[in-house]
């Protein structure tokens, strides 16, 4: 016997059906406006529609690792459990968008086509080796465990921050606000995994980028509640910080005309960094429903009074 699940945001039904039946899940999806009750949804964004259609709902799944999506959606039921992804292949391509970001910055490789393209003679460029180089991932979780296992062999001095104390080896980690500014200080690189909630909001103005090394990099690939923009855009302007690579952003799409889209040290990215992979988060849901089901536990749920 099947059971039914209603999806609402991101793909289509016809997609994510698709991903059930190739791991043969016994999961009947369905559109919003055509779903039969449903103990379960799958669901990206404000979905006003959904949850007075669906009393029956047992609980919702984000479609993506981040669920401030959901909790700012008025009409969702107070007690509804939330589960969110847990990787779901979205980890490695993280890790690959931090090392990227990371490594283009520290080891100046575009500097040498810059000049190239600028006519000069670059025979004698060098790039800088970067090792040794002081490395900080904010966000200890999923993304953030994964882009420090990839950033690791690379030489580089890393430092992480969470909320609660971790230890990762190889890594000098530090927890919570008292503990910021000195994971900050004289970093060459921020990487920031951390989600959108009420603490993390605003987290890096002015005073907090400028504890960075000069020159630093900031890639953020959290959310883009995290910096306050105007406090970034002043300090790469005054050449402080030397670049930022951001994915997230408070409005998305970005719209036209906004300073990051053509700011000579923003490289701007559409939310991209890692992408819901449909075959491997249909099975991640259907392993966590048949637990459900089954009246057994399941990890990722959300804790809403911490907002992630
Ligand atoms: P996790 O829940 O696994 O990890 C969240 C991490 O953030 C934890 O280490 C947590 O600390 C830390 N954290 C949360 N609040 C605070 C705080 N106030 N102070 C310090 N640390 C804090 O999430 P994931 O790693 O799976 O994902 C992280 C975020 O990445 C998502 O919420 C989403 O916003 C973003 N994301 C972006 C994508 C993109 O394409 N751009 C794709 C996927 C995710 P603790 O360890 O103590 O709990
Ligand atoms: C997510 C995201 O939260 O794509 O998974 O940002």
């Not at 945001?9 to 698709?18: E, F, P, S």
């Not at 799944?61 to 981040?66: I, Q």
């Not at 890790?95 to 600028?118: I, P, Q, T």
């Not at 927890?175 to 060459?188: K, P, Q, S, T, V």
Request: glycine letters at 10%; hydrophobic letters at 50%; one cysteine or more.
């Amino acid at each position: 016997m099947s059971i039914d699940l209603v999806v609402a945001g991101g793909y289509t039904a016809v997609a994510w059906q698709a991903g059930f039946d190739a791991c043969d899940a016994p999961v009947k999806v369905h559109e919003v406006a055509d779903a039969p009750a449903c103990r379960y949804a799958l669901v990206w964004g404000a979905q006003p529609a959904l949850y007075a259609g669906q009393p029956a709902l047992r609980a919702v799944f984000s479609m993506g690792a981040g669920v401030e999506h959901l909790l700012r959606d008025a009409a969702l039921p107070a007690e509804l459990p939330l589960i969110r992804l847990e990787d779901a292949g979205m980890a490695v391509q993280m890790a690959g968008y931090a090392v990227w970001g990371v490594l283009r910055h520290l080891r100046r490789f575009e500097d040498s086509a810059a000049a190239a393209r600028r006519g000069e003679d670059w025979g004698g460029w060098r790039s800088p080796p970067a090792t040794g180089a002081r490395v900080g991932v904010m966000g200890l979780g999923v993304m953030g465990q994964a882009t420090l296992a990839a950033l690791a062999p690379l030489g580089f001095a890393l430092r992480g921050w969470s909320r609660s104390p971790r230890e990762i080896a190889g890594v000098e980690c530090h927890a919570g606000m008292a503990a910021l500014d000195r994971f900050l200080d004289g970093l060459d690189a921020l990487v920031c995994v951390l989600p959108h909630t009420p603490d993390t909001e605003n987290l890096l103005d002015a005073p907090r980028l400028a504890r960075l090394a000069k020159d630093a990099l900031v890639l953020n690939a959290g959310r883009g509640s995290l910096i306050v923009d105007a406090d970034l855009i002043a300090a790469l302007d005054r050449g402080q910080l030397g670049a930022a690579v951001l994915d997230v952003f408070r409005e998305e799409p970005l719209p036209v005309g906004h300073p990051y889209l053509t700011h000579p040290r923003v490289t701007a990215t559409p939310h991209i960094a890692a992408r819901t992979q449909i075959p491997l988060t249909a099975r991640q849901v259907a392993e966590k429903i048949a637990r459900l089901e089954a009246g057994l536990p399941v990890t990722g749920l959300v804790e809403r009074s911490r907002g992630y």
